[in-house]
C-alpha cells in the first residue's frame, strides 16, 4: 500500500490522522507520534482506545476496551500487553488483600464494529480472559454494556 502524503490543518498546523484506520506509523496522540518517531524499538507501546471506570462505594467496574473494525487483527505485542492489563485487573476481582473491590464484570475487552452514522453498527464484544464473544449489539446495548448497566446514556447533540 502506497503511504499517504503528510496532512496539516489548515487552520492550527497540527498533522492530521487517519482516524478510523490510521497506519502502522501514525499515533492517535502527538506524544505517541513521538514515541514512535524518536525513541528506540526496544519495547512495545501503544495507545488505550478507550478505558471506563464507574466508581461505586461497594465496588468499581473498570473496562480497558480495545477497538478494531471487523476482521482486523492485532500484533503479538499489542496481543500480550492486552493480556498483561487483562491479568492485573483479573488478579484485583480475585485478590481478597486487593485494595481496589473490583466488579467481577471489570476486565480487558476488544470491541469489533464499523461505523455508520457515527454510531457503533454490529458490535461484538470480546473478553479477553475467556474470549468469549457477545451476541451482534447496536449502539444503545453496547452503551449499556460499556456501563454495565449502571448508567443513563445521553442522546447525541
Not at 476482521?71 to 488483600?97: E, M, N, W
Amino acid at each position: 500500500m502506497k503511504p499517504c502524503r503528510e496532512h496539516y490543518c489548515e487552520d492550527c498546523g497540527d498533522q492530521l490522522i487517519h482516524q478510523g484506520g490510521r497506519h502502522i506509523d501514525e499515533s492517535a496522540s502527538p506524544f505517541g507520534q513521538w514515541v514512535h518517531d524518536c525513541l528506540p524499538r526496544e519495547f512495545t507501546a501503544g495507545d488505550v482506545d478507550l478505558y471506563l471506570r464507574h466508581w461505586r462505594p461497594e465496588m468499581t467496574l473498570l473496562r480497558w476496551i480495545e477497538h478494531k473494525a471487523p476482521g482486523q487483527k492485532y500484533k503479538s505485542p499489542q496481543r500480550q500487553a492486552l493480556a498483561d492489563f487483562d491479568s492485573i485487573i483479573r488478579h484485583a476481582v480475585t485478590c481478597v488483600s486487593s485494595p481496589l473491590k473490583l466488579d467481577p464484570r471489570s476486565g480487558v475487552f476488544v470491541v469489533y464494529s464499523r461505523f455508520a452514522n457515527g454510531e457503533p453498527v454490529d458490535a461484538l464484544v470480546q473478553r479477553l480472559s475467556d474470549q468469549e464473544v457477545s451476541k451482534p449489539l447496536d449502539a444503545s446495548n453496547l452503551g449499556d454494556w460499556l456501563t454495565g448497566g449502571l448508567l443513563r446514556r445521553r442522546t447525541r447533540r
